[in-house]
């Protein structure tokens, strides 16, 4: 026995499965590891009451289709680390952070508000395709930017791990 | 609608709209607590259905992006996200 919980136990894994796929991916943990385990913490509890992992800086509709964009890593992380250094929670976290040669700011929010939100669930944010001028439609992550040329997206994202539903036709 | 006191020193109506699982809520608690203010607050993510809904009116009349934490004080005016300078500035004044 190590004296721990078997939820502490699991945190702990998800903490690190969650930091080695970042790194993988070229992001970065937020270096204040109390700070980062809370908000897996919350994302631990989103999974449980919504059924996915929702933003725990965020309020959840628990519809997964209107919080597809807030489901982490959220569409709103990469510009939020361009501009900011950090996403909206702070778990991930620009070189600078994670290197402690900067301070987290705090990020204002991106989302667009409830109002703008109701029809059609998550924004969109590409206008209809055109007429495709390659052999195969180009599907876009709606998280990192990935492109990929197939007949369908990938069932998960190989840079950023997300889901087959966060992509959207791009050519 | 739910709302939990904290006892401290009187300053005007203080309250604090939150989410039970973000930081960045826990941190703006904390603060109130460490500055001693008396304040109230709420979980909004733990209301349910129309109280909710009610909550997050509320919140968007003094934030129309509808983000948490929002701090509302005396009914004047609000303060988003942890804004650690500005909250002490407020209470240490």
């Not at chain 1, 690190?16 to 385990?37: I, M, Q």
């Not at chain 1, 996403?87 to 703008?116: D, F, H, M, N």
């Not at chain 2, 300053?11 to 607590?33: E, F, I, P």
Request: charged share 30%.
């Amino acid at each position: 026995m190590n004296g721990k919980s078997t939820s502490e136990t699991d945190l702990d894994r998800v903490y690190l499965s969650l930091k080695n796929e970042a790194e993988d991916g070229g992001y970065r943990f937020n270096p204040d590891v109390e700070f980062t385990k809370n908000l897996i913490r919350g994302l631990l509890k989103n999974e449980q009451r919504y059924g996915y992992r929702a933003c725990p800086c965020r309020l959840a509709s628990g519809k997964r289709a209107d919080d597809l964009d807030i489901i982490c890593p959220c569409d709103y992380r990469d510009p939020d680390l361009d501009d900011f250094g950090a996403c909206y929670c702070a778990l991930y976290v620009s070189a600078a952070i994670a290197l402690g040669e900067k301070q987290v700011v705090p990020v204002p929010e991106r989302r667009p508000p409830r109002s703008l939100r109701k029809s059609g669930g998550a924004v969109q944010m590409v206008s209809a395709v055109q007429a495709p001028v390659f052999s195969l439609p180009v599907w876009r992550c709606k998280v990192c930017g990935y492109l990929c040329a197939r007949e369908q997206p990938p069932g998960i994202c190989p840079i950023c791990k997300v889901t087959k539903d966060r992509f959207e036709r791009f050519a | 609608m739910v709302t939990e006191h904290v006892a401290g020193k009187n300053r005007g109506t203080v309250m604090l709209y939150a989410l039970s699982t973000c930081g960045w809520c826990a941190r703006t608690k904390d603060l109130l607590k460490e500055l001693g203010v008396a304040f109230d607050f709420t979980f909004v993510d733990l209301l349910e259905g129309k109280e909710q809904d009610e909550a997050m009116d509320q919140v968007e009349k003094w934030n129309p992006k509808g983000s948490f934490p929002t701090l509302v004080i005396d009914n004047r005016k609000s303060i988003v996200g942890f804004q650690e300078r500005e909250i002490r500035e407020e209470f240490c004044a």
